[in-house]
């Protein structure tokens, strides 16, 4: 095992606000371990702990069999950890900031570049650049490589991509499928569900407690319910109306359509039905597979 | 040591890199030094004195014109009575009023003793002070003058002691002797203690310290090497400084210039202690700022430079004599004024070592790497 939490507690403000209420979890070496949770779900106490930043109240966790507190020395040596916000120093440049963090760690861009290369080559233009000139993308490639460059044997990425633009968003997940191939293992949180998929496992947090475990076919495919998506050009009106009926079990806007599952199996015609009665036509009705969102929705509500 | 080298080269880009700041640094204290000893002044002139005369004798006119004379005072003007007299200090027109009675002359001539009055506006305590004094002393030779001319010289033959003083070290009482050295400790004093605060506060608010923090460096090696670019700040600005007051007032120290210098790292050791502690405190810059102004602006004020730590009561003295620029503005004052030794210091010397060796070791011990 990479990565073993076992039964790790954390609480701030004298015991009365539980960050982490006995979580146990272990990561496989080579895997992409995604953490999924609205914000205050307790991911980053949860990094901070495994990075030997945060001391646990209770518990134990272990990374590559490294104690988080007798270890701490060997883990600050193994490991890489990109905070959530962009934490390199703004005033220097691009390749300062990269040969700082080599020198830190007693190595050399050289050493390791093999690692880096895919990435670097994307940035290497603007190897003069200061860090704060760069763009959001860039920033987080920059990030990447710092924490990649003495060569660490897991990687903890505290929602790497918020706030970069799509293309660079995929560019960023092509570089982890890589590292992945050559066998580092990653914990990654995201508020993207494009990207949770693809992560080899996911654990679903929220309030400080792991709510599931379990690949993301799996979650998806435990959808206890049939899913049906109302596509019309008033959506307003008619989510209400489907919040009004009285089989509806959940209801809420999914992108540009409506996304409704109802106690009593059904089908299409009698939510159709239903719906033209209250006045609306022009809409349509079809049955859908759920993603992994409506899995994520689905178990928070309960 | 690798790293270190490392750290300190990183440290000095940065510094470099921040124009605005360090030419701050460097042209503010200048600035200051140059400013401050003009206009921080105590020798006070253009008082101003109303005077209202009852006696319009030959010598009430005589005792004005000996008062009007000495150059400290500036007759604002003459008042029929107490009351308008009364009003030019209200309008602020007048700080003194001096008032002879009537008969003045007459009276002194025959009981051979009389009285004038004296009233100080004391808001400027300073200014009513020193003014008070000077009137005092003028009014006490004025009256030596009556006696050698009135009395019969020798029918009344007083022994008298007459002290006779020298200024030592500073012979002529230059105010500017006394004052530089002292503004270039208390700058000395703010650059070192808060700018080393700041950059370190600087790396908590970027959340450029989490990434130190979870790196393999050692905690001494990181804070060596952030205090090391501002030992080296503070003994540049410091030069600086000795070459202003050489430059501008003339001030040339008498002492070894290797015993200020030996002096000014220890300083720099136990202030950028202070900063490392305060920093250590401190989240935001916010923070830092205000706790730092708290330190400073004490030390600015109670360790002596304008003002004398002797003259003090008993417990300010003991409360001064753990602050770290007290110790150091006499060891600058001794050295530059009187050359005093290694030897002559070493007491305030060890006082400010051990000041450092504590803040320094609290500090250490109150930096986490771990929350």
Redesign the interface.
């Known amino acids: 095992m990479m990565i073993s939490v076992s039964h790790i507690t954390k609480t701030y403000n004298k015991g009365t606000i539980h960050a982490i209420n006995d979580i146990s979890f272990e990561v496989e070496k080579g895997e992409i371990f995604g953490l999924i949770g609205p914000d205050g779900a307790g991911k980053t106490s949860l990094f901070?702990i495994l990075?030997?930043?945060?001391?646990a109240d209770s518990g134990e966790a272990k990374v590559n069999d490294w104690d988080v507190v007798k270890d701490?020395?060997k883990i600050?040596?193994g490991?890489g950890?990109m905070?959530g916000?962009?934490?390199?120093?703004?005033?220097?440049s691009v390749e300062?900031n990269l040969n700082?963090?080599a020198?830190?760690?007693?190595t050399t861009i050289e050493e390791n570049y093999h690692l880096i290369k895919d990435i670097y080559e994307q940035i290497e233009p603007f190897k003069d650049r200061r860090a704060g000139k760069l763009s959001g993308g860039m920033k987080q490639k920059l990030a990447l490589c710092?924490a990649l460059i003495h060569k660490p044997v897991v990687l903890f990425l505290d929602e790497p991509t918020t706030g970069v633009d799509s293309v660079s968003r995929k560019e960023f997940w092509d570089m982890l499928m890589k590292l992945k191939a050559q066998e580092i293992t990653i914990l990654v949180s995201t508020p993207y569900m494009d990207e949770a998929v693809l992560c080899d496992r996911l654990a679903l947090m929220q309030e400080g407690k792991i709510l599931t475990i379990d690949t993301p076919e799996k979650i998806r495919a435990s959808y206890p319910l049939q899913l049906f998506a109302v596509k019309t050009n008033h959506t307003y009106k008619v989510l209400n109306e489907l919040r009004n009926y009285k089989d509806t079990e959940s209801c809420f806007a999914f992108g540009d359509s409506i996304h409704v599952t109802f106690k009593t199996p059904t089908d299409e015609k009698t939510i159709s039905k239903y719906l033209s009665d209250k006045g609306d036509t022009d809409l349509t009705v079809e049955k859908i597979e759920p993603t992994i969102e409506d899995s994520f929705i689905q178990m928070l509500k309960n | 040591m690798r790293t270190l080298i490392f750290l300190l080269e990183k440290e000095f880009r940065q510094m470099m890199r921040n124009k605005q700041l360090m030419s701050l640094l460097i042209i503010a204290p200048l600035i200051q030094l140059i400013l401050l000893p003009l206009a921080a002044n105590y020798s006070v002139k253009n008082i101003n004195i109303a005077i209202v005369d009852n006696d319009h004798s030959t010598i009430s006119q005589r005792m004005i014109h000996k008062i009007t004379a000495s150059g400290n005072f500036r007759l604002t003007g003459y008042a029929n009575n107490y009351n308008d007299a009364l009003k030019m200090v209200e309008e602020d027109k007048a700080d003194l009023i001096l008032q002879i009675p009537a008969n003045f002359e007459k009276n002194l001539v025959r009981e051979n003793h009389n009285q004038v009055y004296l009233a100080i506006n004391a808001i400027e305590g300073t200014k009513a002070n020193l003014g008070g004094g000077y009137l005092a002393s003028i009014l006490r030779d004025f009256n030596e003058n009556i006696r050698v001319n009135w009395v019969n010289p020798g029918t009344n033959n007083t022994p008298q002691v007459v002290v006779a003083s020298t200024n030592w070290y500073n012979p002529y009482m230059n105010y500017h002797l006394y004052i530089v050295p002292a503004i270039l400790v208390s700058l000395i004093t703010s650059i070192s203690a808060m700018q080393s605060a700041f950059n370190i506060v600087q790396e908590k608010e970027s959340g450029t310290i989490e990434q130190i923090n979870v790196s393999p460096i050692r905690k001494h090696i990181f804070i060596t090497g952030k205090l090391i670019p501002f030992l080296v700040l503070g003994i540049f600005l410091f030069t600086l400084g000795l070459l202003a007051g050489w430059l501008f007032y003339g001030i040339v120290p008498v002492g070894k210039l290797y015993v200020l210098y030996i002096s000014l790292v220890v300083y720099l050791f136990t202030m950028l202690g202070l900063g490392l502690l305060i920093s250590t405190y401190s989240n935001s810059h916010q923070q830092a700022l205000s706790l730092s102004f708290f330190f400073i602006n004490i030390f600015n004020i109670m360790s002596g430079t304008f003002n004398s730590v002797d003259s003090m009561p008993g417990w300010a003295k003991t409360l001064v004599s753990v602050f770290p620029p007290s110790h150091f503005i006499r060891i600058t004052r001794m050295v530059m004024l009187k050359g005093s030794s290694l030897a002559d210091i070493s007491g305030h010397l060890a006082a400010i070592f051990l000041i450092g060796l504590i803040l320094n070791t609290w500090a250490v011990l109150n930096y986490h790497k771990t929350a």
Do not use: A, G, H, M
């Not at chain 1, 916000?85 to 220097?92: A, E, G, I, M, P």
């Open positions: 901070r990075t030997t930043l945060l001391l701490y020395k600050r040596n490991v950890y905070p916000r962009f934490s390199l120093y703004q005033d220097l300062e700082f963090f020198t830190i760690f007693d710092c």
